[in-house]
Each structure stands twice: as C-alpha cells, then as structure tokens.
C-alpha cells in the first residue's frame, strides 16, 4: 500500500524543509516502518518541489536511516537498526522503577542535547523549531505533553544515534508518570516550553556544552514541578 503524503507549506530553504517534512511524518508515526513512499517524480509533485530538492532530502533521511532506497523498488520507511531493536527488547523485559528511569533519563538526555548541537543539520533545526511554535501553556495537558515527547524524540532524531532514540523512547515511557504530572498545570507547561526553548538555542548555536547544560536545567525543572503535583 502507498503512503499518502501531506501537503508542505514552506518558507525555508526547499529540501531543508521537505525533510524536516518527512522526518516528523516518520517519528510522528503517521508514517509507519515498511510504508512505501511513491514514486520520486511522484511525490515531488504532490509537494510541489523540484525533483533535485526532493532527492536531496531523500539523500539527508537516508543518510539518518530513517528511509532505505532501492534501485528499481523506490523509498520505503525503515524499521530501527537490529541492535536498536534488541536493545529495545531487552530494556522493556526490565522492570525499572520511576527513580531508575528518572536517573537514566538524567544520564542521557544531556548527552543527546549535546550530540544534537554537534550534528544537527537545518531540517533538524527545522523541526524542532516548529514544534515550539506550536506550544504553549494553554494548551490541554494531552496535547501539550504530546508536544513535549515529540521535542525530545525530534531531539534524538538530531543526535543521529538509532541506540539513543531507543533509550529516549524507552526513558518516554518509563517516566510518563512523571511528565503526566508537571502537564497538568499551566506553570508545568510554561516552565517545559521556556526550557525547551533554552535547548533549542543552545543547539542552534551549535554549543554541546550549553545544550547539555540547558537540558540539564530542564530536567531538574520539571521534576520540582513534578514533586509539588504528587
């Protein structure tokens, strides 16, 4: 079965944006591991972009595993690498409890962040920049707890390590009791956007030491939240 692909408005550079496009239809889940994506001349045309930019993005998913390009079968979206797979498998055998998790998370969101402001590119940045454009404080708590684990996946995704996607989706699920608590209230919300925010900067900057800095502070934030909800 073909994927259907949504329509793109953009307003930066053309492949940046069709793979930032892209890129968050596949972490979003709206496109799913083995769905295959039409033709190139096909979807450059339901995009309306050149094929040269569309084949440039493609290239940049590629290159970050998160399509497989074959000569004569076209682009299909790719399922996480083997060893990401069974690091998957083996980490939800585990039963870790939320202060586990909490220190895991503590241990490698940092590093993600600082990975990030090493290596992300401008679809990336793209990305992560729409989604805080659409944050904000009054938002209900589902929506803006979706958000906030769609930030920090997108964040993952830039630090270009399918291992440290796993362990973000898996710390996701791990401290969701948590996360559920510092949404209900609108100060949660705000002091989840403003240090999102300061991430981002960090990472735009392309500063590691910041990011991981920034990240750091977020985390601290959040479970100060967190513990005043309980």
Do not use: Y
Not at 66 to 95: F, Y
Not at 188 to 199: A, C, D, E, M, P
């Amino acid at each position: 079965m073909t994927a259907s692909i949504p329509p793109l408005r953009r307003s930066h550079s053309v492949s940046a944006e069709v793979a930032a496009h892209l890129e968050r239809l596949i972490v979003s889940g709206e496109l799913r591991a083995g769905d295959r994506l039409p033709p190139e001349r096909e979807l450059a045309a339901r995009m309306n972009v050149s094929r040269s930019s569309l084949r440039q993005a493609m290239f940049e998913l590629e290159s970050k595993q998160l399509i497989e390009r074959r000569q004569g079968r076209g682009s299909t979206v790719t399922d996480i690498s083997r060893g990401a797979a069974e690091l998957h498998d083996s980490l939800a055998a585990l039963d870790i409890e939320l202060g586990h998790a909490a220190e895991l998370r503590d241990l490698v969101e940092p590093r993600i962040a600082q990975l990030a402001a090493m290596r992300a590119v401008e679809s990336n940045l793209l990305s992560l920049n729409q989604i805080l454009a659409r944050s904000d404080e009054s938002l209900s708590p589902d929506e803006s707890m979706r958000l906030d684990i769609e930030f920090h996946t997108l964040l993952a995704h830039a630090a270009q390590n399918p291992l440290l996607v796993t362990l973000c989706t898996k710390t996701t699920e791990w401290t969701e009791r948590t996360r559920i608590l510092s949404h209900r209230s609108r100060l949660g919300r705000r002091v989840s956007i403003q240090g999102h925010r300061l991430i981002l900067a960090a990472v735009s900057a392309h500063d590691g030491p910041a990011a991981a800095a920034a990240m750091e502070e977020h985390l601290r934030d959040i479970r100060e939240i967190s513990a005043t909800r309980r």
